[in-house]
């Protein structure tokens, strides 16, 4: 079992639609969880980072974490085209080691 | 957020040759720099912590003497692979974390990425 999985998608929805990408995990040492948005052939860029639960919001942009259920979710409000990327979620216990999700890919239909 | 520049961002080469991608930190320093590869809709995997003035620490399964690592400066980190094959192939990225901020691990900036190709 891998420690983080995610589903690939694809994901499709119209604009304006609340959006809900999902990672669960194995490994109860992850205490920092973050979001990146990858755009085709382009690098990762940090959308949200999280430690430990909680709840975390920036502007459209919500990230839950759900340590009991090893469960993140990242949650984009009136969604946009422009919001249409491949998202990967990505965990750590401490140090530098991120271990990623496979990424869902969004794609937002004017 | 801190600026990571990669370069080339796309090289194809015959195989047998080397190849040099070069990471950048623009805007910031930093003492260790991760190289990762990607293949077409699969994740990340970490291939090496790059280390400045240090060797490189490497992940199982890579090869040290393939993915040549330097990390010569605070700002500049080097991947070259070498004799590459086509299975080399892969869009490699490198990520960058900001001198000062220890354990803060959310704060980790990536590049654009370098797309290889090798016939």
């Known amino acids: 079992q891998k420690e983080v999985e995610q589903d690939p998608g694809p994901l499709s929805v119209p604009e304006g639609a609340i959006v809900s990408l999902n990672c669960t995990y194995s490994?109860?040492?992850?205490?920092?969880f973050m979001w990146y948005r990858q755009y085709s052939r382009k690098g990762p860029e940090l959308l949200m980072y999280?430690?430990?639960?909680g709840n975390k919001e920036d502007g459209r942009f919500t990230a839950q974490v759900d340590k009991s259920s090893k469960y993140i979710s990242l949650f984009i409000r009136d969604s946009q085209p422009s919001d249409s990327a491949t998202y990967l979620c990505?965990?750590?216990?401490?140090?530098?080691?991120?271990?990623f999700g496979k990424g869902t890919s969004l794609l937002v239909t004017p | 957020g801190a600026v990571v520049s990669q370069h080339p961002s796309w090289v194809i080469c015959k195989s047998g040759t080397s190849v040099k991608i070069e990471c950048r930190s623009l805007?910031?320093?930093?003492?260790?720099m991760f190289w990762y590869r990607q293949f077409p809709k699969q994740s990340l995997m970490l291939m090496a912590t790059?280390?400045?003035?240090?060797?490189?620490?490497?992940e199982q399964g890579v090869e040290k003497d393939k993915f040549l690592i330097n990390h010569a400066s605070l700002t500049l980190s080097t991947l070259t692979v070498t004799s590459a094959h086509p299975e080399d192939s892969s869009f490699y990225i490198c990520?960058?974390?900001?001198?000062?901020?220890?354990?803060?691990?959310?704060?980790?900036?990536f590049g654009e990425g370098s797309r290889l190709t090798v016939l």
């Open positions: 490994n109860s040492a992850f205490q920092y």
């Open positions: 805007d910031f320093q930093a003492t260790t």
């Open positions: 990505a965990m750590a216990p401490s140090g530098y080691a991120l271990n």
């Open positions: 990520s960058a974390r900001p001198m000062g901020r220890g354990g803060v691990t959310g704060e980790l900036f």
């Open positions: 999280t430690y430990s639960s």
């Open positions: 790059s280390n400045e003035g240090s060797k490189a620490t490497y």
